[in-house]
């Protein structure tokens, strides 16, 4: 007899005998008969158990929640009145001729499919937690992800390659997490940040064409869209530019969204300069479904006696800013009094504002605190810059570039939300032309990417401020998320050793942490680049989950601890003796 899962049970199969199992999901008992809702990874299904079989009928009486059951039986129409429209198998019910319980469960301690459970919960008890249509629809779309990625670029003639777990520690921007070894006393592996050294020297092997699904790991703060240990598809080519890569990207994303996504239409894919990105949005991953966009009005402001922007009309490292937001004259005195604390907390010091009622009336029609500081000309001038309408709120912002930047890319993100602004669908983005270098917290150069980034011209490297030293990276940006990010990598020795120069790294420090890779560099190596995807985050994006949590079997806690596990757990003094580690109390 043919075994069937759930939701393959249709009205095709009337009156025909089947053989199902599953998990009891729900048991209830009318009139003397006792139905039961039987649920396994594609749905449910309604089995009714009559007590004309006494012994099968004891027998049901018996199962409760999360009992695990096989059954056989006959499909028959529901009754007219129990009809369960809401269900794909709410036409049919299977009347039982015979039941095992092949296992018992004991009460659960939370419900499947119930949304109000607390996550730690969930994490805690995660085999129950999987067991819920989100985490089946979940896993399964993600490993149809993974099944398209592979495929495609089998069919690139890609080549699989799995680069070492146990690696050297080296800086790639966050901390390593260590493993002491036993056999070199005091010596230690780190786990791979990323595959980034070992994928370029497959470049130089002669390897062509990598990719890999590799895990990653990094010991960092968490965040909703962060884990010590994520997916990464990683991705290096030899004999290639930027433009090959962009292709075949924006290729592999328009499988995606036709096999996995069952998405129809064709992708767009937009590009940008950083510096755009910055000038438009205030940040390198703009959100393209929301329409603000900052305006500079500093040489229309140049005159004004107002100290809030005249502080920075002659600060090239100043911006004065102007933001339109289309019927936002809808937003109250406490609604702009809350979006101006918000701000506060990127550094800035406030919002100035221009309520326009009616924009024919400067004199009456345009509510302002700042207005008795600005003549009529200059106002009109701000309205044709932002080409304000009636109805439209538009925000001021002066300050230093970092905080003008980073606040008002706050405030379009937290408009667009509240004012329903953004558009429905996919926006890709590509963010183009960074910069090589940027300042660290210390005022000190570190590399915008990563130190193996080529610069677009290597006779900047001598010429140019270390600043001003445009970069061969690239990002890609979906609805205002970073999910990929890659590089044309440096090939030069030469440029290579510059490079760790200019980032303050010694002869001494280049030798021991990458000493093997210089040398290679040395042998040969090829022009060559590469890309790589957080796959957490992009299931993440895709199937619009909150947190990347969500999109992992095993997740880790904020806290970096395994609710179902209790890792990370202590060891024995024998172990610790074998590693030659001693533990340190720590002095309160």
Known sequence: MKKYHCQEITENLLNKEIRLSGWVSKRRDHGGIIFVDLRDYTGIVQ???????????????SIRSEFVIEVKGIVSDRLEGTINNDLITGKIEIIVSSLRILNKAETPPLKINDDNVNEDQRLQYRYLDMRSDKMQKTMRFRSKLIQVIRNFFYSKEFVDVETPI????????????????????KEFFALPQSPQLFKQTLMIGGMDKYFQIAKCFRDEDLRSDRQPEFTQLDVELSFTDEEEIIQLIEELFALIFKDVMNHSDNLNFQRMSFTDALKNYGCDKPDLR???????????????DFKVFSDHVDNTNSRIVALKVPGGTSLSR??????????????????????????????NGITSPIKKFLNTTVIKSILDEVTASNGDLIFFSADSMDIVNSSMSALIKELGARLNLLSE???????????????DGEGKPTSIHHPFTSPMDTSDLKEKNIYDIPSRAYDLILNGNEIGGGSIRIHSKEVQMKIFELLNISAEEMNKKFGFFLDALSFGCPPHGGIAF????????????????????????QSSSCLLTDAPSSVDEKQLSELSINIIKSVK
């Open 290 to 304: 929301n329409p603000l966009i900052l305006k500079d009005i500093k040489k229309l402001v140049k005159e004004v």
């Open 534 to 557: 957080g796959v957490d985050r992009l299931v993440m994006l895709l199937l619009g989950l909150d947190s990347i949590r969500d999109t992992i079997a095993f997740p880790k806690t």
């Open 334 to 363: 406490k609604d702009i009094d809350n979006l101006t604390e918000s701000v506060k907390q990127f550094g800035s010091k406030g919002l100035a504002y221009f309520k326009c009622e009616d924009i024919s009336d400067i004199e």
């Open 166 to 185: 146990l690696t050297k520690t080296t800086p790639e921007g966050a901390r390593d997490y260590l493993v002491p070894s036993r056999v070199h006393p």
């Open 47 to 61: 089995l009714v158990f009559n007590p004309e079989d006494k012994e099968l009928f004891l027998k049901a009486e």
């Open 425 to 439: 669908g996919w926006k890709f983005l590509w963010i183009l032309d960074y910069p090589l270098f940027e300042k």
